[in-house]
T-cell receptor
């Protein structure tokens, strides 16, 4: 299976704290993407990082990529209750067109 | 821009019946569409990839005779779950990619929740 794994599976933090989620994958990739999904809803694209990039920022989001370890992390700073959602990493393998999703992290931000 | 819709948003059907789910790209032409299924509290699993005007490519373990995919136009793809069973109950999500998007940018629909009784 090309599916990646994320940890933790679930994370509960207080509003204002930072949340860090990790993703590990198995294949050589072209890029890695992070998505957010509110309960029972579709996915929202958050950020894309290419295989030749090591770090990327977008607002309160910071993504890192370590291709030698086949891992990525998503940091959400100064979390808000509205950040409560499931977060998925997804990879595009080298030479492929498809996205393969990780197992996801369910984040709960307590007001 | 880049809006993808799905219809219906939810459906309940009886075991043995067939259900059709539509996926539309509203403001762009989708040369490629993807269908995913998601079980509760689990990740998205790619079911199949369809290119406009050609047969869908199914992932290993997905029954192509059970999950019929048609991508007849550049704005519409349909997934028909034939002879549905309770174990087919799931959240089905489509995504679409257009000609001008770089090869790995996909836009996701809001999903369709199927419940088979």
């Amino acid at each position: 299976s090309q599916q990646g794994e994320e940890d933790p599976q679930a994370l509960s933090i207080q509003e204002g704290e930072n949340a860090t989620m990790n993703c590990s994958y198995k294949t050589s990739i072209n890029n890695l993407q992070w998505y957010r999904q509110n309960s029972g809803r579709g996915l929202v694209h958050l950020i894309l990082i290419r295989s030749n990039e090591r770090e990327k920022h977008s607002g309160r989001l910071r993504v890192t990529l370590d291709t030698s370890k086949k891992s990525s992390s998503l940091l959400i700073t100064a979390s808000r209750a509205a950040d409560t959602a499931s977060y998925f990493c997804a990879t595009v393998s080298t030479g492929a067109n498809n996205l393969f999703f990780g197992t996801g992290t369910r984040l709960t931000v307590i007001p | 821009g880049a809006v993808v819709s799905q219809h219906p948003s939810w459906v309940i059907c009886k075991s043995g019946t067939s259900v059709k789910i539509e996926c539309r790209s509203l403001d762009f032409q989708a040369t490629t569409m993807f269908w995913y299924r998601q079980f509760p509290k689990q990740s998205l699993m790619l079911m199949a990839t369809s290119n406009e005007g050609s047969k869908a490519t199914y992932e290993q373990g997905v029954e192509k005779d059970k999950f019929l995919i048609n991508h007849a136009s550049l704005t519409l793809s349909t997934l028909t779950v034939t002879s549905a069973h309770p174990e087919d109950s799931s959240f089905y999500i489509c995504s679409a990619r257009g000609e001008r998007e770089i090869r790995y940018e996909q836009y996701f629909g809001p999903g369709t929740r199927l419940t088979v009784t």
